[in-house]
């Protein structure tokens, strides 16, 4: 496996009796990047990340991290930081006291440093209040605080964003982006919603029924998700014929002005270009989007019947 990659799957399968909840998954991941991980409920997000921070054995393939097998990864655990489901707090505790139970547990004693972390996830305003009386969005931020004790290279980090209100979300969104930008800490973060992930993510994979069915990064996602372009001009036959002479045929005039193109939609600039060679004005040109929603909703639903398809023969 290459050196380049932080983390490498090969082929990591987890079966429960019959079931495949993760089906040879191959994902690769380079250090510095916040790795998006899309799925909708139960497509086997939770099961991977487990595997991967070392809480439950694959039963097939291995995975790299950190350069060593996954099936030896005992010495870089404090290397993983882990925010699956909740993140465990002891209720009747401050935050401080919560940070500190962990890091005697890992043998640390640096008091300062959890001071730092409290503040760093924008906790220090809590003061001594017990966790308990925490909003969900301050449970989540003490979770990852938790996460950060031991000094983290790799994060996995399993819906942090799940339940919380728009504000939380975007405090969330933000400490994540910190994270990777100040501390130059690798992120996985898993969620059913891709729009969320995709103010973060630089790169993402996509998993359905337990199998990894896309992987891409941000710009090839917003590419992907171009549905057509919007070309606006005074001499609309004109323009018809440019595009006939380029040998694009799918395309449809709005009205008299307006011309909707719905292939070659990243040949932008070639269009433009080739009506100004023929001296057609355009007043308007325009990428229109389908929501990164739709698009995944699309792939996934075509997977899975796809998959249907493939169980009948
Ligand atoms: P969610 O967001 O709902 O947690 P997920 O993508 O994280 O979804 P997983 O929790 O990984 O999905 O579950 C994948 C599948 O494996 C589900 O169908 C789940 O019921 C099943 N599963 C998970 N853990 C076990 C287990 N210990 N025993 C049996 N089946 C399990």
């Known amino acids: 496996m290459s050196e380049e990659f932080l983390l490498q799957t090969k082929d990591i399968t987890k079966k429960y ?8 998954v191959n994902i690769n991941l380079k250090k510095g990047e916040i790795y998006g991980l899309i799925g909708r409920n139960g497509a086997g997000k939770t099961t991977l990340l487990k595997m991967l921070a070392g ?32 993140p465990g707090l002891f209720g009747n505790m401050s935050a401080y006291d919560n940070l500190k139970v962990k890091a005697l547990a890992l043998g640390l004693n640096d008091p300062d440093y959890l001071r730092e972390l409290i503040d760093y996830v924008g906790l220090t305003s809590a ?34 964003i799940n339940g919380l209100d728009p504000q939380g979300i975007i405090e969330m969104r933000e400490l ?3 994270l990777a930008k100040e501390q130059n800490i690798t992120i996985i973060i898993s969620s059913h919603i891709l729009e969320e992930l995709s103010k973060i993510a630089t790169r993402y994979g996509v998993i359905n029924e337990g199998r990894l069915i896309a992987e891409f ?37 709005i009205d008299k002005r307006t011309i909707h193109i719905f292939e070659r939609v990243n040949d932008c600039g070639k269009i433009v270009l080739e009506m100004a060679r023929n001296n057609v004005d355009i007043s308007l040109v325009e990428t229109k989007h389908r929501s990164l929603e739709e698009y995944y909703i699309d792939i996934t639903d075509r997977d899975s019947i ?6 009948k023969k």
């Not at 694959?58 to 909740?86: C, H, Q, W």
């Not at 171009?226 to 070309?231: A, G, K, T």
């Not at 796809?306 to 169980?311: I, V």
Request: glycine share 8%.
């Open 17 to 24: 009796k019959n079931f495949v909840a993760v089906d040879h």
């Open 55 to 86: 809480l439950a054995n694959p039963t097939e393939g291995d995975y790299t991290i950190f350069g060593m097998s996954g099936r030896k990864t005992a010495s870089v655990r404090d290397r993983i930081g882990v925010l699956i489901e909740n």
């Open 127 to 160: 003061g001594k209040r017990p966790v308990k009386k925490y909003s969900l969005g301050m449970k989540q931020r003490l979770g990852i605080a938790l996460t950060l004790v031991s000094h983290p290279d790799l994060l996995l980090l399993d819906e942090p």
């Open 176 to 178: 994540i982006e910190k």
């Open 217 to 253: 990064t941000h710009e090839e996602l917003l590419e992907k998700c171009i549905q057509l372009l919007e070309l606006r001009t005074d001499d609309i036959s004109k323009a018809n014929i440019v595009l006939e002479n380029m040998g694009i045929r799918d395309y449809q005039n």
């Open 306 to 311: 796809g998959r249907t398809g493939e169980e």
